[in-house]
């Protein structure tokens, strides 16, 4: 059973940092490449950042461009989300996407 958990999200100011997780499950992971998605409210799920199988190539929303840095373990079929510097247009549920499967989401919220 394909399974994806993310993890990670919280409160955090202006400015302030956040690392999320997506552990994978029920898959050959290091075959895959991985997406992170957000979703705040009213607004459609955005693509906010991709990797490749090897972790070799990665591409990023204009948005996030320069504060938002994705990676990937394959060891630990595990993919990251580190996000600095960040505003309050951040806010949303941010969802892992792998294997045609997505996660539950975890809940990102940036406030003063």
């Known amino acids: 059973q394909v399974q994806l958990a993310e993890s990670g999200g919280g409160l955090v100011q202006p400015g302030g940092s956040l690392r999320l997780s997506c552990v994978c499950s029920g898959f050959t992971f290091s075959l895959y490449s991985i997406k992170w998605y957000r979703q705040a409210p009213g607004k459609q799920r955005e693509l906010v950042a991709s990797i490749s199988r090897s972790g070799s190539s990665t591409n990023y929303a204009d948005s996030v461009k320069g504060r938002f840095t994705i990676s990937r373990d394959n060891a630990k079929n595990t993919v990251y989300l580190q996000m600095n510097s960040l505003k309050f247009e951040d806010t949303a549920v941010y969802y892992c996407?792998?294997?045609?499967?997505w996660g539950q989401g975890t809940q990102v919220t940036v406030y003063s």
């Open positions: 996407l792998g294997a045609a499967t």
